[in-house]
């Protein structure tokens, strides 16, 4: 059985449908109202709204995508993925609902199930740097850090700005023992986000492997001063001081 990352060093993206014409005016006005409650935050608001958007378009795709997600938000990932299911049943080709329900799966750490999502968004729409993105941290989450390596390089070379790839192939390359990779990807992680606490932890963690331990010091601190509820950081900070 192949051992799984923790889930705290999974990063998760999710992908609102906003509104847009495109229903009868009262299943509409509800999932606009929907959308609205979602963005303020409001996800139990959320779900009541676009419940009456379903009970008024049943064939629409659309509100179960955005249902799904504010399930999501709530934790409820089952009900999440039932949502993104019956979503897919109405439009198979919903790029949008196969790559939520792979970010539910991994956030449920199914991360084969997620894999076979992301593969799907990719049949889809091969140039889609988030799936690619988000396939490498399934992979990761199965220790495959060589395929995650492969993903999240496609990934960057399609979003060159998108600091979580950094970071994700930074973890993958820690991983793999190759330490000087990694401390060049978080770097470029912490210049696209520099307020990104654990990309300077893993940094940290990465420079006292390589016993560069004054500057694990600096990235531990750092990484303190942006998060200083995270016990992690704490401890790693104390195996060297």
């Known amino acids: 059985m192949r051992k799984i990352a ?7 993206a ?19 109202e929907g959308v609205k409650y979602y963005q303020a935050g409001k996800y139990k608001e959320a779900v009541a709204a676009y419940n009456r958007a379903i009970k008024s378009s049943p064939k629409a795709d659309e509100p179960y995508n955005n249902r799904g997600l504010a399930y999501f938000k709530l934790g409820q990932n089952d009900e999440a993925i039932r949502d993104y ?4 049943k109405l439009n198979p080709k919903s790029t949008d609902a196969y790559f939520n ?22 049949k889809l729409d091969p140039k889609a740097p988030r ?7 399934a992979h990761n989450g199965l220790n ?20 979580e790839i950094y970071y994700s192939r930074g973890f993958a390359y820690r991983r793999l023992g190759q330490n000087d990779r990694a401390i060049q990807d978080y770097s470029e992680a912490i210049k696209l986000e520099p307020k990104n606490g654990e990309a300077y932890n893993n940094r940290g963690n990465a420079y006292s492997l390589l016993g560069r331990y004054d500057d694990a010091v600096k990235d531990y601190d750092a ?3 942006l998060e200083a509820k995270n ?8 195996v060297i001081r």
């Open 6 to 12: 923790p889930l705290a060093e999974i990063w998760l």
């Open 14 to 32: 999710i992908f609102l449908l906003l509104p847009a014409v495109i229903f009868a005016a009262e299943a509409q006005n509800a999932f606009n």
């Open 85 to 88: 299911d019956e979503a897919i």
């Open 101 to 122: 329900r792979g970010n539910a799966h991994l956030a449920k750490k199914q991360f084969d199930r997620a894999l076979k999502d992301f593969d799907e968004v990719l």
């Open 131 to 137: 799936a690619y993105r988000q396939r490498g941290l």
């Open 144 to 163: 495959e850090f060589e395929q995650a390596i492969r993903d999240l390089t496609e990934a960057q070379k399609l979003d060159p700005k998108d600091g």
């Open 223 to 225: 990484a303190i001063k």
């Open 231 to 238: 016990a992690r950081i704490y401890a790693n900070s104390g």
